[in-house]
């Protein structure tokens, strides 16, 4: 089998010699490997984060350099915004709610601290919380349900998006209920929801689990409340204006 510079820096998955050959000249042999290396170390992290955001799902790119922190979003304390952006709360195993009308700025803040976190290798992963319930009831019926609650194994992130847009039955109740059991204290979360916590009977129907979910939730949370209207619906109004 014959080999060229360029076949085998592709076999290897060394993308930057090629482009570092010109660089020979003026620079000895240990300054041009370790500039070799630093690239291709830089070149495999960059694979990984790309890897982590695709595996991750997101419905949309936002990142926190687009999102606008507004007097509207009411916070605990003055620690929360700080320990948000700063991912403390995932290496505390804390979670994150963000409650409050349709469109003021929930999904963009969730979506784009999971994107940071993608960013500095952790692993995550957002879901639609109407579409989890449809594949854990799915897993169920298939007796595919430890081998879908092992997806999440290595997952340090987990983002639920849209928490009581739908009711659930009872059998989707109870496997969620057990999937963010099992996460408890072990994983951070995140959920968005257009619903107040007194509300969330209407979607899990059953009040002592409601109650038991909710407590797990909001035991080390940090918990966001977005008031004011929807920026989506103001920003379509002064474009028909």
Same mark, same amino acid.
């Given at each position: 089998?014959?080999?060229?510079?360029?076949?085998?820096?592709?076999?290897?998955?060394?993308?930057?010699?090629?482009?570092?050959?010109?660089?020979?000249?003026?620079?000895?042999?240990?300054?041009?490997?370790? @500039?070799?290396?630093?690239?291709?170390?830089?070149?495999?992290?960059?694979?990984?984060?790309?890897?982590?955001?695709?595996?991750?799902?997101?419905?949309?790119?936002?990142?926190?350099?687009?999102?606008?922190?507004?007097?509207?979003?009411?916070?605990?304390?003055?620690?929360?915004?700080?320990? !948000?952006?700063?991912? @403390?709360?995932?290496?505390?195993?804390?979670?994150?709610?963000?409650?409050?009308?349709?469109?003021?700025?929930?999904?963009? !803040?969730?979506?784009?601290?999971?994107?940071?976190?993608?960013?500095?290798?952790?692993?995550?992963?957002?879901?639609?919380?109407?579409?989890?319930?449809?594949?854990?009831?799915?897993?169920?019926?298939?007796?595919?349900?430890?081998?879908?609650?092992?997806?999440?194994?290595?997952?340090?992130?987990?983002?639920?998006?849209?928490?009581?847009?739908?009711?659930?039955?009872?059998?989707?109740?109870?496997?969620?209920?057990?999937?963010?059991?099992?996460?408890?204290?072990?994983?951070?979360?995140?959920?968005?929801?257009?619903?107040?916590?007194?509300?969330?009977?209407?979607?899990?129907?059953?009040?002592?689990?409601?109650?038991?979910?909710? @407590?797990?939730?909001?035991?080390?949370?940090?918990?966001?409340?977005?008031?004011?209207?929807?920026?989506?619906?103001?920003?379509?109004?002064?474009?028909?204006?």
């Amino acid at each position: 089998m014959s080999h060229t510079l360029e076949s085998t820096c592709q076999e290897l998955r060394l993308s930057r010699i090629p482009y570092l050959i010109d660089s020979v000249e003026g620079a000895t042999k240990e300054e041009w490997l370790l @500039d070799l290396l630093i690239h291709e170390v830089e070149a495999k992290e960059q694979r990984r984060i790309e890897r982590l955001i695709k595996q991750a799902k997101f419905s949309s790119h936002k990142t926190l350099e687009m999102f606008e922190w507004h007097d509207q979003i009411l916070v605990q304390d003055h620690q929360t915004k700080e320990q !948000l952006t700063s991912l @403390d709360f995932i290496q505390s195993n804390q979670n994150v709610v963000c409650i409050g009308a349709p469109g003021t700025g929930k999904t963009h !803040l969730a979506s784009a601290l999971g994107y940071k976190a993608c960013r500095q290798g952790i692993e995550t992963r957002f879901w639609r919380v109407s579409d989890l319930v449809i594949e854990l009831e799915k897993a169920w019926k298939e007796s595919q349900l430890e081998r879908f609650k092992k997806r999440f194994n290595r997952v340090q992130l987990i983002i639920l998006d849209e928490m009581g847009y739908v009711p659930f039955n009872k059998n989707g109740s109870e496997l969620l209920f057990q999937l963010i059991s099992d996460w408890y204290e072990t994983k951070s979360i995140i959920i968005t929801s257009n619903l107040e916590f007194s509300s969330w009977n209407k979607v899990f129907i059953d009040p002592r689990l409601t109650s038991a979910l909710v @407590d797990r939730l909001i035991h080390h949370a940090h918990i966001l409340t977005f008031t004011g209207e929807s920026y989506r619906l103001k920003n379509a109004l002064s474009k028909i204006e």
